[in-house]
């Protein structure tokens, strides 16, 4: 297979630890590939003039609009949100509003060839023994364009999700420059416990959360550089592209490998936010916290101030050991 160099290169990069454990591989394709991909007709469209146009362009390029998490699926409503016409939010935790687009119909033999070694087993085996997952996973991606306004705030990705991975694939000059790329983060320590919560209860699953409750410790800027990483508690990541798409649009190979659980329910940050100033426990909440280990940890946030100091002092005494709540 055309790819199969990229085996090595998986099996090779060193575990990175911070902000949390991932893999980062700097120009994972080869210079000519690389080259290749970025300047195929799908994925240098060239500059348009309006979004209807880009619209236009994509569909002729071989792209459909995706179910995407943070995103609409109508053009129409993008539109309405891109003029004004809409103030709608897709996630109360977000401020934009985003499209996504995938490629559908590959006309250029190097794209082919570079999603089927992503769709291989040998990528996936590799995978699976480098992060050490077992269990049955099925596959997920392509190659992606995000418009501007797509924003996905600070998230660790659901508990159904065995690994993800972002290769930048962007065209145009200075690409590293736009304000468009994924941020990886860590909580404030005043948040912290809402990670203890997740870490006690597992049939409990993450939400989104607001970009206050986060610091940015790195960005993806680099083209031709790609992230690995399995999600867990602490693998905090986001998006808000701020950017003009009528030049060149964020591109990505994306992809993700699911375990066949059912969907959990999710704990919204809104009801971890009351806790934290001081409200009563939620109703929905109760059952799961009579049950939790960390419940002492959740009902301690409600009397905490704003004061990080008081609020490390409380946290260490109520968190215990890390064997407790399954730190490593």
Avoid at 63 to 71: A, D, E, L, N, Q
Avoid at 168 to 181: M, S
Avoid at 204 to 218: K, L
Avoid at 300 to 327: C, Q, Y
Wanted: glycine fraction near 6%; charge should be negative; include cysteine.
């Amino acid at each position: 297979m055309k790819f199969d160099y990229l085996l090595d290169k998986v099996a090779d990069a060193p575990f990175q630890r911070e902000p949390f454990t991932h893999l980062y591989i700097s120009n994972f394709l080869e210079p000519a590939d690389f080259a290749a991909i970025v300047g195929s007709p799908a994925i240098q469209l060239g500059q348009v003039n309006s979004t209807p146009e880009l619209f236009e362009k994509l569909a002729g390029a071989g792209y459909k609009v995706i179910s995407f998490p943070g995103c609409v699926t109508s053009e129409k409503q993008y539109l309405d949100w891109e003029e004004g016409r809409s103030a709608r939010k897709v996630h109360a935790a977000t401020e934009a509003f985003g499209i996504v687009y995938r490629l559908d119909n590959r006309r250029d033999d190097t794209l082919a060839a570079l999603e089927e070694f992503f769709a291989s087993d040998a990528l996936r085996d590799a995978l699976l023994q480098k992060f050490g997952i077992t269990g049955n996973v099925t596959l997920d991606g392509g190659i992606q364009k995000y418009l501007n306004g797509y924003e996905i705030s600070p998230h660790c990705d659901i508990r159904r999700k065995a690994l993800t991975w972002m290769l930048n694939l962007n065209p145009g000059e200075a690409a590293e420059q736009h304000d468009y790329h994924t941020h990886y983060l860590k909580m404030k320590p005043e948040w912290q416990f809402v990670q203890s919560f997740w870490r006690g209860n597992p049939q409990v699953d993450r939400d989104w959360m607001p970009w206050d409750w986060c610091e940015t410790v790195m960005r993806q800027r680099d083209n031709n550089s790609i992230v690995f990483f399995s999600p867990s508690d602490d693998t905090v990541h986001a998006v808000k592209a701020d950017y003009d798409h009528r030049q060149s649009q964020r591109t990505q190979l994306y992809g993700n490998l699911w375990y066949d659980d059912k969907p959990l329910r999710k704990m919204e940050y809104r009801e971890f936010e009351a806790l934290k100033n001081g409200a009563a426990a939620p109703k929905s909440m109760m059952k799961v916290l009579k049950q939790s280990a960390v419940g002492d940890v959740v009902r301690a946030a409600k009397s905490l101030t704003k004061r990080r100091e008081e609020f490390e002092n409380i946290r260490k005494v109520d968190v215990g050991s890390g064997d407790r709540f399954g730190h490593d």
